[in-house]
């Protein structure tokens, strides 16, 4: 592996945590150049680990506009809350049926602070337990390309620490029906509201031009 590939790495990590972390909205351009000078390295690494974001989904490279984080169609953002809710579904099943001896993954601790955060962090506790690792993959992508759209759309949705609060007792009790319910009627709550969220979205985008 050559320096550029070794920085290159280095920087997917980066700036894949400032998506996560909610420093890019969705729609937002990420210029390399930028990158470039805030990590002190040079825009070839830079370039590297946006094309390397790109091919895990955390980025989109258009045509005229260079590299943007995505702006998800009302269509795909329904899509992808589907799809999070069958992997979730699927792991809550594996876990049921695991034998009284397997491993499962620990209640994370919810910070009422970082709600997305959160979010993320129980969704991958019950794919780990799960012991699928193509699973859990999907789910760790999945929850790289949603992070941005949660951060995005907090406000939008009332009494979240509740809701989640919920899921964090069901999953540290083991309550899989629950737990199932409940993640069930939160992503149908999400998916209702797409159609808002999709437009505060455009708001947002449309506020950094």
């Not at 789910?139 to 951060?151: F, G, I, S």
Request: aromatic share 8%; with cysteine.
């Amino acid at each position: 592996m050559n320096a550029i590939q070794t920085k290159s790495m280095l920087l997917f990590e980066r700036i894949r945590r400032a998506l996560l972390e909610g420093r890019y909205l969705p729609g937002q351009h990420v210029d390399p150049r930028a990158l470039a000078r805030e990590f002190r390295t040079s825009v070839t690494p830079a370039r590297y680990a946006l094309y390397q974001l790109r091919g895990a989904g955390l980025i989109e490279l258009h045509a005229r506009g260079g590299f943007h984080v995505p702006m998800p169609r009302e269509a795909a953002l329904r899509a992808r809350y589907d799809w999070m809710q069958t992997l979730l579904l699927w792991a809550i099943d594996r876990c049921e049926k695991a034998p009284p001896a397997a491993s499962i993954a620990p209640a994370p601790v919810l910070d009422p602070n970082d709600i997305p955060k959160s979010v993320c962090m129980l969704f991958d506790a019950i794919a780990e337990s799960a012991e699928q690792e193509e699973l859990h993959e999907a789910v760790k992508r999945t929850n790289d390309q949603l992070a941005p759209v949660r951060r995005a759309k907090q406000s939008l949705i009332d009494d979240v620490h509740d809701e989640l609060a919920a899921l964090y007792a069901h999953w540290a009790a083991r309550d899989f029906q629950s737990l199932r319910a409940g993640v069930f009627a939160f992503h149908r709550r999400r998916i209702a509201l797409v159609p808002k969220i999709a437009s505060h979205l455009s708001q947002q985008r449309n506020a950094l031009h």
